[in-house]
């Protein structure tokens, strides 16, 4: 799986993952950080994502 947004200058990118949205359980897949004078898209990608697993759900928040 890959994942691609369009990266502000000056922020802390955070990307997630859970396999159910009742509850939420979030965890960590990756942070990237936009430390260029021009916005970025960046790309992360789930490697980890075993065979066979129940599916996935991403978010990307962003911090200051």
Same mark, same amino acid.
């Given at each position: 799986? $890959?994942?691609?947004?369009? $990266? $502000? +200058?000056? *922020?802390?990118? +955070?990307?997630?993952?859970? %396999? ?10 990756? %942070?990237? %950080? @936009?430390? %260029?004078? &021009? @916005?970025?898209?960046? &790309?992360?990608?789930? &490697? ?6 129940? *599916? ?9």
């Amino acid at each position: 799986v $890959a994942l691609s947004w369009l $990266a $502000a +200058t000056n *922020r802390v990118y +955070t990307v997630q993952y859970t %396999t159910n949205l009742a509850p939420t359980k979030w965890q960590t897949l990756a %942070t990237y %950080t @936009n430390k %260029t004078t &021009t @916005n970025q898209v960046p &790309t992360v990608l789930d &490697t980890n994502s075993p065979s066979g697993a129940p *599916r996935r759900f991403y978010r990307v928040g962003y911090g200051p």
